[in-house]
């Protein structure tokens, strides 16, 4: 008769998730996961495969959790000015553990170029953020609100590589100002 799982999937997942987000693909050892996740390693292999499998399940976890979030910001916003501020506000703060970066940015910098299903991953993430953005300059541009000089679609490109560099510089020693001062500027671009 087979065993129950002494475990709860979604708990030990979350914890590899936050592991390798704090060091990274490469970093991060199966000795290291099965420690950190608190389960025994036939158990790791057993429910979530081999360490890149568990890997792309964080990924797409920690996605996610970030997409959800990001729209049910969106949703609250009164206007798409506020509702920009809150992408804006996001990528400067990022989530509970800003030190450590945005986990997709911080992955595909380290694997996309040589890891097809993260390449994959990041591709897909950043064109889902971009639609979000996208929809949000195409609500903005019809209330009045953004100019209209640039279609909504090369306004998102733009933004959402804005916003990347601000996931990526948030990690650095650079101050919160700065990071405002970049985000303020490219609101003003936009606002008419």
Not at 20 to 36: C, P, R
Request: charged share 25%; aromatic share 8%.
């Amino acid at each position: 008769m087979a065993r129950s799982k002494e475990f709860d999937e979604s708990v030990v997942l979350d914890k590899a998730m936050r592991l390798f987000w704090e060091q990274g693909y490469e970093k991060t050892s199966m000795t290291e996961l099965v420690n950190h996740m608190g389960i025994h390693r036939k158990s790791l292999y057993d429910t979530f495969g081999d360490k890149h499998t568990l890997f792309l399940k964080s990924v797409d976890l920690y996605d996610h959790k970030i997409s959800s979030a990001l729209v049910a910001g969106v949703k609250r916003s009164k206007t798409a000015t506020e509702a920009l501020q809150f992408i804006f506000c996001s990528l400067m703060h990022g989530e509970e553990s800003p030190a450590s970066g945005c986990f997709i940015v911080n992955s595909t910098v380290e694997l996309a170029s040589r890891d097809e299903d993260m390449n994959n991953r990041s591709t897909e993430m950043f064109a889902n953020t971009e639609k979000l953005i996208k929809d949000i300059m195409v609500w903005g541009q019809q209330e009045g609100e953004f100019t209209t000089e640039y279609n909504a679609e090369v306004l998102a490109e733009y933004l959402h590589n804005v916003g990347v560099g601000l996931r990526v510089m948030a990690k650095t020693s650079t101050t919160k100002e700065k990071l405002l001062r970049i985000s303020t500027l490219s609101m003003d671009l936009i606002l008419k």
